[in-house]
């Protein structure tokens, strides 16, 4: 019964090169959402997806960074032409739905940017 | 959008005393109140949540309060242990969007 799976833990990048995070959801959730952390600071939300949709992506940058959860395989978060600016941990999270409910949702163990 | 302040932001208690961290929402239909812990390095651990309907749960040393008509809601942790150190953040949401977190409380147990 594995929970939020998070790949790669820690990731290098220099500044102009792409970042790729991907994250699996816990088995049966179908909702995926993508927080970033900065150092010393809270969770900001970035894109809510759904599978092949995404419902609010109110939190992410206009430019460099997309989002896809596709109907087979992982959400991916991709930041184009990194900055070092972008150096922060990453979070996923999932839940099973999105009513008022049972809404919880369950965090992966992050990916750490870090941009040279 | 909704916007949640979180008080205080760094929280020293010896070992045995209460911590209360507390939380204020502005959207008044908000109705889910998570509180997450935060180890060092770690990824974010649901340890109590609250809904609308309810004003007070809990659940071991862990208790939350809601109060809907002055939009604010508290984490109390009774008999505070060392392993209790860690960073809390609160958030609140209307279901359909996502989690708004507050800034997060550093709370330190001191042996």
């Known amino acids: 019964n594995a929970g939020v799976m998070q790949n790669p833990r820690h990731l290098v990048r220099r500044r102009g090169q792409e970042a790729r995070l991907r994250c699996s959801p816990m088995?049966?959730?179908?909702?995926v959402y993508w927080y970033r952390q900065l150092p010393e600071e809270g969770l900001k939300f970035m894109v809510y997806?759904?599978?092949?949709?995404?419902?609010?992506e109110s939190g992410m940058p206009k430019e460099r960074f997309s989002a896809e959860f596709p109907k087979e395989g992982p959400s991916i978060l991709r930041i184009q032409q990194v900055v070092r600016g972008d150096s922060a941990a990453y979070f996923c999270?999932?839940?099973?739905?999105?009513?008022?409910?049972?809404?919880?949702?369950?965090f992966g163990p992050g990916t750490r940017l870090t941009v040279l | 959008g909704e916007n949640v302040e979180q008080h205080p932001s760094t929280l020293s208690v010896q070992e045995g005393d209460s911590a209360v961290i507390k939380c204020t929402y502005s959207?008044?239909?908000?109705?889910?109140f998570p509180w997450y812990k935060q180890e060092l390095g770690k990824r974010p651990q649901l340890i109590i949540d609250i809904r609308s309907n309810v004003g007070e749960k809990k659940d071991q040393r862990i208790a939350v309060t809601l109060n809907k008509t002055a939009k604010h809601f508290s984490l109390h942790i009774t008999e505070t242990q060392p392993e209790d150190s860690a960073v809390y953040f609160c958030a609140a949401n209307t279901g359909r969007r996502a989690l708004t977190f507050g800034s997060g409380t550093r709370l330190q147990v001191q042996p």
């Open positions: 997806l759904q599978k092949e949709n995404i419902i609010d």
């Open positions: 088995k049966g959730h179908s909702h």
């Open positions: 999270a999932s839940s099973p739905r999105e009513t008022s409910t049972n809404n919880e949702q369950f």
């Open positions: 959207d008044s239909a908000s109705n889910y």
